[in-house]
C-alpha cells in the first residue's frame, strides 16, 4: 500500500499542501513546529478515520477555517483508490472513497492501512490500561474492518448500560431490573466477541513481537504480552450479575472488556514498572513492528510506514537495529536533526511551513 499523492487544504497549520511520495523511503526534514507530524497524521487519518495523537476534528482544522479537506492517491497493488475527507470543525465530516460518499466510517477502512511510530509510543507500556486497550483495537481494526462494528457495538451497549445505571440513582427496581437484563445480555455478547478478537490477536502477535524484541535488545530480553481480564472464567453475563449491587451504587460499569489490560513483560518482570526507559521503548517498537508484520500476512498488503522523530528517542543501538526491522513497504520518516547514517532515503524533502513541501 502506497501514497503517490497528498493533499491536504486547511489542515493544522498547512494553508494549502500537494505532495509527490516515491513508493520507496522518503526523509521528510524540517524545523521543529513546521507541521511534520502534521503530514504523518493526514496520511494516517486517512487509514482510521481518526488522529493517532488523539485529537478532536476542530483540533485538526487550521484556525480561522470552518473546514479542513485531505485527498490522497492511494495504490493497492496496482488500483488505484482515491480517498478524500472534508473535516467539519462544528459538523459532521464528509468522507468519499473514489468520489462516492460513505455514510459509515467502516466503508472507509480498509483501503489503506499505516503503522504509526512516534515518541509518544513509550505510553503503550508506561500508561494506563486505556493505552494499551486503543493500540489492540486499532491493530483488530487494521486486521479486519469487521472488527470496527464490533468496537462500536460495545460502546454504544456500555453507553446505554451505564446511562441506565445513572439514571436508577441506586435503586433496583422491576423496571431498571428487567432494562439491566437486555443491556447485560447484549454486552455479553458483545464483549466476549470483542475479548476473543483481542486474545487471538494477541496470541498470534506475541511470538512476532518476541523475535522483533530479541532483535533490538540483541537477545538480552524476552518479551510476552497477554491478555488480562478478571471476568472470563466466570463469563461476562455471570460477572455482571455478580457486580451489579456495586455498578448501581456506582453509577457505571465495572467490569467488561472496556476495563481490560495487556499484560507486558520482559523476562518474566512488568515491563511498564520494572523496564528501563530504553527497555521500554523497545518494548513499544516491537509491539508496533509485530503488529504491522501480523497486518501484512493476515491482510496480504504491507501498510504505510509512518516513523514520527523516532530516531531522537533512540540510543545509537537501538537506532540501527529499527533500521534493519523497518518492513518493506512506503516509508516516510520525520526528523528535525540528523539521522543515523545507516539510514538510506530514495528522497528528501525539505518542509516549506504553511504553503507545502518542497525537494
Same mark, same amino acid.
Given at each position: 500500500?502506497?501514497?503517490?499523492?497528498?493533499?491536504?487544504?486547511?489542515?493544522?497549520?498547512?494553508?494549502?499542501?500537494?505532495?509527490?511520495?516515491?513508493?520507496?523511503?522518503?526523509?521528510?526534514?524540517?524545523?521543529?513546529?513546521?507541521?511534520?507530524?502534521?503530514?504523518?497524521?493526514?496520511?494516517?487519518?486517512?487509514?482510521?478515520?481518526?488522529?493517532? @495523537? =488523539?485529537?478532536?476534528?476542530?483540533?485538526?482544522?487550521?484556525?480561522?477555517?470552518?473546514?479542513?479537506?485531505?485527498?490522497?492517491?492511494? /495504490?493497492?497493488?496496482?488500483?488505484?483508490? !482515491?480517498?478524500?475527507?472534508?473535516?467539519?470543525?462544528?459538523?459532521?465530516?464528509?468522507?468519499?472513497?473514489?468520489?462516492? @460518499?460513505?455514510?459509515? !466510517?467502516?466503508?472507509?477502512? =480498509?483501503?489503506?492501512?499505516?503503522?504509526?511510530?512516534?515518541?509518544?509510543?513509550?505510553?503503550?507500556?508506561?500508561?494506563?490500561?486505556?493505552? +494499551?486497550?486503543?493500540?489492540?483495537? $486499532?491493530?483488530?481494526?487494521?486486521?479486519?474492518? +469487521?472488527?470496527? =462494528?464490533?468496537?462500536?457495538?460495545?460502546?454504544? %451497549?456500555? @453507553?446505554?448500560?451505564?446511562?441506565?445505571?445513572?439514571?436508577?440513582?441506586?435503586?433496583?427496581?422491576? *423496571?431498571?431490573?428487567?432494562?439491566?437484563?437486555?443491556?447485560?445480555?447484549?454486552?455479553?455478547?458483545?464483549?466476549?466477541?470483542?475479548?476473543?478478537?483481542?486474545?487471538?490477536?494477541?496470541?498470534?502477535?506475541?511470538?512476532?513481537?518476541?523475535?522483533?524484541?530479541?532483535?533490538?535488545?540483541? #537477545?538480552?530480553?524476552?518479551?510476552?504480552?497477554?491478555?488480562?481480564?478478571?471476568?472470563?472464567?466466570?463469563?461476562?453475563?455471570?460477572?455482571?450479575?455478580?457486580?451489579? /449491587?456495586?455498578?448501581?451504587?456506582?453509577?457505571?460499569?465495572?467490569?467488561?472488556?472496556?476495563? *481490560?489490560? %495487556?499484560?507486558?513483560?520482559? *523476562?518474566?518482570?512488568?515491563?511498564?514498572?520494572?523496564?528501563?526507559? #530504553?527497555?521500554?521503548?523497545?518494548?513499544?517498537?516491537?509491539?508496533?513492528?509485530?503488529?504491522?508484520?501480523?497486518?501484512?500476512? @493476515?491482510?496480504?498488503?504491507?501498510?504505510? %510506514?509512518?516513523?514520527? $522523530?523516532?530516531?531522537?528517542?533512540?540510543?545509537?543501538?537501538?537506532?540501527?537495529?529499527?533500521?534493519?526491522?523497518?518492513?518493506?513497504?512506503?516509508?516516510?520518516?520525520?526528523?528535525?536533526?540528523?539521522?543515523? $547514517?545507516?539510514?538510506?532515503? $530514495?528522497?528528501?524533502?525539505?518542509?516549506?511551513?504553511?504553503? =507545502?513541501?518542497?525537494?
Amino acid at each position: 500500500m502506497t501514497i503517490s499523492r497528498l493533499w491536504l487544504i486547511d489542515y493544522r497549520n498547512h494553508r494549502e499542501v500537494d505532495l509527490s511520495l516515491e513508493p520507496g523511503v522518503t526523509l521528510l526534514m524540517g524545523p521543529n513546529g513546521w507541521g511534520k507530524t502534521n503530514l504523518l497524521e493526514a496520511m494516517a487519518w486517512l487509514s482510521r478515520g481518526s488522529s493517532f @495523537r =488523539g485529537a478532536p476534528t476542530e483540533a485538526l482544522v487550521r484556525q480561522g477555517a470552518e473546514r479542513a479537506v485531505v485527498r490522497a492517491e492511494v /495504490d493497492d497493488g496496482g488500483r488505484v483508490v !482515491l480517498l478524500e475527507a472534508e473535516l467539519s470543525s462544528t459538523g459532521r465530516n464528509r468522507i468519499q472513497v473514489n468520489r462516492q @460518499r460513505v455514510t459509515r !466510517l467502516r466503508d472507509l477502512l =480498509g483501503h489503506f492501512r499505516t503503522t504509526v511510530f512516534s515518541p509518544d509510543d513509550l505510553t503503550l507500556v508506561k500508561g494506563s490500561p486505556g493505552e +494499551r486497550r486503543t493500540w489492540l483495537d $486499532d491493530l483488530l481494526v487494521d486486521l479486519h474492518p +469487521r472488527n470496527h =462494528g464490533l468496537r462500536v457495538e460495545v460502546d454504544r %451497549v456500555l @453507553r446505554q448500560r451505564n446511562a441506565l445505571l445513572k439514571q436508577a440513582r441506586g435503586r433496583l427496581t422491576p *423496571d431498571v431490573a428487567a432494562t439491566l437484563e437486555v443491556w447485560d445480555a447484549k454486552l455479553a455478547k458483545a464483549g466476549e466477541a470483542l475479548a476473543a478478537a483481542r486474545t487471538e490477536a494477541l496470541v498470534a502477535l506475541e511470538p512476532l513481537a518476541a523475535v522483533v524484541s530479541d532483535r533490538l535488545t540483541s #537477545g538480552r530480553s524476552t518479551l510476552t504480552a497477554t491478555p488480562v481480564a478478571d471476568w472470563t472464567a466466570e463469563g461476562l453475563a455471570a460477572a455482571l450479575h455478580r457486580v451489579r /449491587d456495586d455498578d448501581l451504587r456506582r453509577g457505571m460499569t465495572t467490569v467488561g472488556p472496556q476495563r *481490560d489490560d %495487556v499484560k507486558l513483560t520482559l *523476562d518474566g518482570m512488568p515491563a511498564r514498572t520494572h523496564a528501563s526507559q #530504553g527497555e521500554q521503548r523497545s518494548v513499544a517498537l516491537a509491539l508496533r513492528l509485530a503488529g504491522h508484520r501480523l497486518v501484512a500476512e @493476515r491482510t496480504g498488503t504491507s501498510p504505510m %510506514v509512518l516513523l514520527d $522523530d523516532v530516531f531522537s528517542e533512540l540510543d545509537r543501538e537501538r537506532a540501527e537495529a529499527l533500521v534493519s526491522l523497518v518492513p518493506d513497504a512506503q516509508v516516510v520518516v520525520t526528523a528535525a536533526a540528523a539521522v543515523p $547514517d545507516s539510514v538510506r532515503f $530514495d528522497a528528501v524533502m525539505d518542509l516549506v511551513v504553511g504553503s =507545502g513541501v518542497g525537494g
